[in-house]
């Protein structure tokens, strides 16, 4: 995950006419916060893998509890940035360079981290402050707010309600907001008169769409689905595929089927081997 993740980052680093294109920018960073991302769960998962006694201090749990919501708050941010790059790129080709800009990019950037801190802080709080009972058995691979809520000694409901808040905002308005722009692009792609426009339209709007159903699943299913209606089983199941196999096929997801991606991978690995 992490090899993968860091090879598009250092592609889009080292190839100037990709660095400069706004898209690149947030598949960049994209990268860069699936490494993050993988790298505050996956470690601790294999090591209570190999160890019979899996424990993690509370210290330890907060920091992961608090870095899980970061990233993953700044990585649906960000999806929903890119959606809105494709809608103007194809939609209101002439205003691109206006409305995506640099300045619009790094603010862009900016508010994710803000907005995602904030929401982060807001559940790291509120689990330090829980009155837990005298289980300490977390019964999930990692620290993550539904499975502590099960050892709460008081009533979790605000606290549920305010998750299903949280997450709504998330989750549902910017998934709102990537359909209705993928609904005009798809329109004005089809009203478009050359077939290689289309084809290359549709290729880079699946890619997209495809890492955002790998996200927006689990976690709505996870964050929006009532605790009464769903499993810890479950949970754990989703829990694996976000943090672990989503991280490690975006890579894949974006070389293989992007065309500037390779031919910039492709000149990487050439310069080093007449370097080297």
Not at 47 to 68: D, N, P, W
Request: aromatic residues 14%; hydrophobic residues 45%.
């Amino acid at each position: 995950t992490v090899g993968g993740n860091m090879l598009i980052v250092v592609t889009i680093l080292s190839s100037p006419a990709l660095l400069v294109s706004p898209m690149y920018f947030f598949l960049g960073f994209l990268s860069f916060l699936d490494a993050c991302f993988s790298s505050v769960i996956t470690p601790k998962m294999i090591v209570g893998a190999l160890y019979v006694t899996k424990t993690i201090s509370f210290e330890g749990c907060m920091m992961q509890l608090f870095a899980e919501h970061f990233f993953a708050g700044v990585e649906v941010i960000v999806l929903t940035a890119m959606a809105y790059d494709r809608y103007v790129a194809i939609c209101f080709p002439l205003h691109y360079p206006i409305r995506i800009s640099k300045r619009v990019c790094v603010m862009m950037i900016t508010g994710s981290w803000m907005i995602s801190s904030i929401n982060s802080c807001a559940h790291t709080v509120y689990a330090l402050c829980i009155p837990y009972c005298k289980s300490r058995a977390i019964n999930h691979f990692f620290c993550d707010v539904p499975a502590m809520l099960t050892l709460a000694c008081t009533d979790t409901w605000v606290y549920e309600s305010t998750v299903f808040l949280s997450s709504t905002i998330f989750l549902v308005f910017p998934f709102t907001g990537i359909a209705c722009s993928y609904g005009w692009v798809l329109l004005a792609v089809y009203r478009m008169h050359s077939a290689e426009g289309r084809k290359k339209a549709y290729s880079t709007c699946s890619t997209h769409l495809t890492v955002v159903t790998f996200y927006y699943a689990p976690f709505a299913y996870t964050y929006l689905c009532p605790r009464s209606l769903r499993s810890l089983t479950e949970d754990k199941v989703l829990a694996v595929f976000y943090t672990t196999l989503t991280p490690m096929l975006n890579p894949i997801i974006y070389s293989l089927k992007n065309k500037d991606m390779k031919e910039a991978i492709g000149r990487l690995f050439h310069y080093q081997k007449r370097a080297g």
